[in-house]
């Protein structure tokens, strides 16, 4: 069964640093291009980030490039979302997904996570 599984949500004053991980099983994972969603309570989930399967490029969102950091570790099977510079904005669920291109689509996600709260405060 292919399952990504997400950790490292918390909360967090405007300004501060978290890191979101996100394990792959199931899958052949270095054949996944993996990447982040989030979703804001009464807002459609949208792209945050996503990191190519086979080059390691990453690619943000616009409001969270310059303070987001992709990255990936196939022989370990997980991603990782260092976010620093967090704003009350950036407060969400966040979802880690698994697709074969990177794509800010939702339609484009083959796998979805559980989620994992973030929470920035002002």
């Known amino acids: 069964q292919v399952q990504v599984l997400e950790s490292g949500g918390g909360l967090v004053q405007t300004g501060g640093s978290l890191r979101l991980s996100c394990t792959g099983s199931?899958?052949?994972?270095?054949?996944?291009?993996m990447g982040w969603f989030r979703q804001a309570p009464g807002k459609e989930r949208e792209g945050v980030s996503c990191?190519?399967?086979?080059?390691?490029?990453?690619a943000y969102a616009a409001d969270v490039k310059g303070r987001f950091t992709i990255s990936r570790d196939n022989a370990k099977t997980t991603i990782d979302l260092q976010m620093n510079s967090l704003k009350t904005e950036d407060t969400a669920m966040y979802y880690c997904a698994a697709m074969k291109l990177c794509t800010f689509s939702r339609s484009g996600v083959e796998t979805w996570g559980q989620g994992t709260q973030v929470t920035v405060s002002s």
């Open positions: 199931g899958l052949t994972f270095d054949t996944y291009t």
């Open positions: 990191i190519n399967r086979t080059t390691g490029r990453p």
